[in-house]
């Protein structure tokens, strides 16, 4: 079955407890995004990836960082986590690489992390 | 800078009664459109694209949209609701990249 896989689904952390949400597709999707999503605000990216070793800051990058070091999986990690970091994380990949495709894009079913 | 607004933050609609959830743009050149679905606890999941061509696009479980250039509008609209459409809807415009509205939660009332 074609899937965007994330984990964990929940986590509740404390401040400054290093985390990775890992997102994995079976796809062979070349693009990759990390999104969150918060009340009112609909879906932010934080960033994206065109292909291995390619990867770039979206709208709310700071506090974030991902790797692409193979085409499947792209993690995102929180390096010191904030409360404001705390959200609903979803992964996304889609066929054509690049921002400007206009393949629709595959999303995991999401992360909520909550930061203490 | 490309932009979508959803101007309601919840619809309520009659089982059976039609449903349109409205979705304004503003981007430079041509658009490119979507509406994505969230059930709870799940991802978003892709409805309908405009791209070009045939102004009213027909998606999945039954719903299409209405392209308008000059109203700068894409709504998303089924003739007949159901109870299981009850969801949060995306509007998204894709221009240089993808920028998603608010989200409309959509209530269908048995």
């Known amino acids: 079955e074609a899937q965007v896989t994330q984990n964990p689904r929940y986590l509740i952390t404390v401040t400054g407890k290093k985390l990775t949400v890992t997102c994995s597709q079976n796809?062979?999707?070349?693009?990759m995004s990390w999104y969150r999503q918060d009340p009112g605000l609909g879906l932010r990216q934080i960033y994206y990836?065109?292909?291995?070793?390619?990867?770039d800051k979206g709208d709310v990058p700071e506090g974030y960082k991902v790797s692409r070091k193979e085409k499947r999986n792209f993690p995102l990690i929180l390096e010191s986590p904030s409360p404001n970091q705390t959200s609903l994380y979803f992964c996304?990949?889609?066929?054509?690489?690049?921002?400007?495709?206009?393949?629709?894009?595959?999303f995991g079913d999401g992360t909520r992390l909550s930061i203490l | 800078a490309q932009s979508v607004a959803q101007p309601e933050d919840q619809v309520n609609v009659a089982e059976g009664n039609p449903l349109t959830v409205k979705c304004t743009y503003s981007?430079?050149?041509?658009?490119?459109l979507f509406w994505y679905v969230q059930y709870p606890n799940r991802g978003l999941q892709f409805l309908l694209k405009?791209?070009?061509?045939?102004?009213l696009v027909k998606g999945s479980y039954g719903f299409e949209a209405e392209f308008n250039k000059s109203q700068t509008s894409f709504h998303l609209k089924k003739p007949s609701a159901l109870v299981s459409d009850s969801a949060l809807y995306f509007c998204?415009?894709?221009?240089?990249?993808?920028?998603f509205g608010k989200g409309n939660q959509v209530v269908v009332i048995p």
């Open positions: 996304a990949s889609s066929l054509s690489a690049g921002q400007g495709s206009n393949q629709p894009q595959h």
């Open positions: 796809m062979n999707h070349e693009y």
């Open positions: 990836s065109m292909n291995v070793e390619v990867t």
């Open positions: 981007v430079s050149g041509n658009p490119y």
């Open positions: 405009y791209i070009t061509g045939d102004n």
């Open positions: 998204a415009v894709l221009n240089n990249r993808l920028a």
